[in-house]
C-alpha cells in the first residue's frame, strides 16, 4: 500500500470530522445549521486523537471549521444539484464528502477544483459504497458547472 499524502490524509479526517459533527447535531436535536461549539469541540478532539502529524492535524481542523461555519450555504448549494431529493437524506458519509468538497469549491481558491472533485471521489470510493464515487463525481460536477460563470473556461 503506498503511503497516503498529508492533504489527503487531512481530507479522510475531516470528512471523517464532518460525519461526528453531523452526528453530535442530530442526537443533540440541533437545527441545520446549528450544533455550536461544544460539537466542534468535540470534532476538534476526534481529529486530534485521529492523527500525530501537526501538518495533518491543522489542514483537516481547517477544511472542517470551514465547513461546519458554512454548513447551511452548503447544503443550500447541494440541494440545488440534487434535484427532488433532500440533503438530509444522502447517506451520511457521502453528505460528510460532499459537504467537504462544496466547501472547498466554494471557498478555497488556493486548491484547483479537479483536486477537490477527484480528492472527494478517492475518499467516496474508500469510505462509502461502490456506486458512492460516481455519485459524488456528478454532484460535484454540477456544482462545478453552477458555479462557473456562462462563458467561463475550466
Known amino acids: ?90 447517506a451520511a458519509m457521502d453528505r460528510a464528502i460532499l459537504r467537504l468538497a462544496a466547501y472547498e469549491l466554494s471557498s478555497r481558491q488556493d486548491i484547483p477544483p479537479k483536486v477537490s472533485i477527484n480528492e472527494a471521489i478517492e475518499i467516496a470510493k474508500r469510505y462509502s459504497t461502490a456506486q458512492s464515487g460516481g455519485f459524488v463525481n456528478g454532484v460535484l460536477d454540477k456544482l462545478l458547472q453552477m458555479r462557473k460563470a456562462p462563458g467561463e473556461g475550466e
Open 1 to 90: 500500500m503506498k503511503p497516503t499524502r498529508k492533504r489527503t490524509q487531512a481530507r479522510e479526517v475531516a470528512v471523517q470530522a464532518l460525519y461526528q459533527f453531523d452526528a453530535l447535531r442530530r442526537i443533540s436535536g440541533a437545527a441545520p445549521g446549528g450544533g455550536g461549539e461544544r460539537s466542534f469541540e468535540e470534532v476538534e478532539r476526534f481529529i486530534d486523537r485521529h492523527s500525530s502529524d501537526p501538518e495533518v492535524r491543522a489542514f483537516a481542523r481547517e477544511l472542517t471549521r470551514g465547513a461546519c461555519e458554512r454548513i447551511e450555504e452548503i447544503d443550500g448549494l447541494l440541494a440545488q444539484v440534487v434535484s427532488n431529493w433532500r440533503v438530509e437524506r444522502i
